[in-house]
Nanobody
């Protein structure tokens, strides 16, 4: 059974930093691209960042480019999202997800992912 468990979300002031983690089990983590998405109250889930199966390819939503960094540790089967210079508009529930096909390079489309975590709340105060 594949499980993805996010952690690290909390209340932080604008301008601050957080690192989210996504611990995985039950699948060959190192073979799959991974992504981070987020959903703010009253809004649709949106793409944040993705990393290819071997960590060599990363891409970001324009809204977080230059502030967020996605990374992975295949030995620990864990995905990370380092978030710097946080803004109130970054407030959302953050989800990690595993891409459906093996050896992919990641995608900004949520339909490309078939396993999701339960989410972790990030709240940025102004």
């Amino acid at each position: 059974q594949v499980q993805l468990v996010e952690s690290g979300g909390r209340l932080v002031q604008a301008g601050g930093s957080l690192r989210l983690s996504c611990a995985t089990s039950g699948h060959t983590f190192s073979s799959y691209a991974m992504g981070w998405f987020r959903q703010a109250p009253g809004k649709e889930r949106e793409f944040v960042a993705a990393v290819g199966w071997n960590g060599g390819n990363t891409f970001y939503a324009d809204s977080v480019k230059g502030r967020f960094t996605i990374s992975r540790d295949n030995a620990k089967k864990t995905l990370y999202l380092q978030m710097n210079s946080l803004k109130p508009e970054d407030t959302a529930v953050y989800y990690c997800a595993s891409q459906r096909v093996a050896y992919g390079f990641g995608s900004s489309l949520s339909s490309e992912y078939n396993y999701w975590g339960q989410g972790t709340q990030v709240t940025v105060s102004s």
